[in-house]
Nanobody, 126 residues
Framework: QIRLVESGGGLVKTGDSLRLACAASGNTIGGNTMAWFRQAPGKEREFVGAINWASSPPVYADSARGRFTITRDDAKDTLYLRMNNLRPEDTAVYFC???????????????????WGQGTQVTVSS
């Protein structure tokens, strides 16, 4: 069992940056695929990006590529999401997710992940 707790959300202005963190406990995350999703009001949960190992290249959604960066520190059991040049359309609750084993595809499927955090709100004002 892995418990995930997100932090770092808040209210920012267009063009600002934020770094979200997802702390894992209950088991180490080494060897697990970790991912970020987001959900805006009235919309389905949307894939942001995922990473298998600290040394592996992350996979990003088109909406995140070039502005967002995912990293992980397995020694600290923590996943990060650095978001630059934020836009109002990035407003959402951001969720961290983990799978029991490394994925080799379907990173964007919510059903591929076994554990979820409670989410952290990111609001970008225009």
């Amino acid at each position: 069992q892995i418990r995930l707790v997100e932090s770092g959300g808040g209210l920012v202005k267009t063009g600002d940056s934020l770094r979200l963190a997802c702390a894992a406990s209950g088991n180490t995350i080494g060897g697990n695929t970790m991912a970020w999703f987001r959900q805006a009001p009235g919309k389905e949960r949307e894939f942001v990006g995922a990473i298998n190992w600290a040394s592996s290249p992350p996979v990003y959604a088109d909406s995140a590529r070039g502005r967002f960066t995912i990293t992980r520190d397995d020694a600290k059991d923590t996943l990060y999401l650095r978001m630059n040049n934020l836009r109002p359309e990035d407003t959402a609750v951001y969720f961290c997710a983990a799978n029991r084993f490394p994925l080799d595809g379907n990173f964007d499927a919510t059903t591929a992940y076994d554990f979820w955090g409670q989410g952290t709100q990111v609001t970008v004002s225009s």
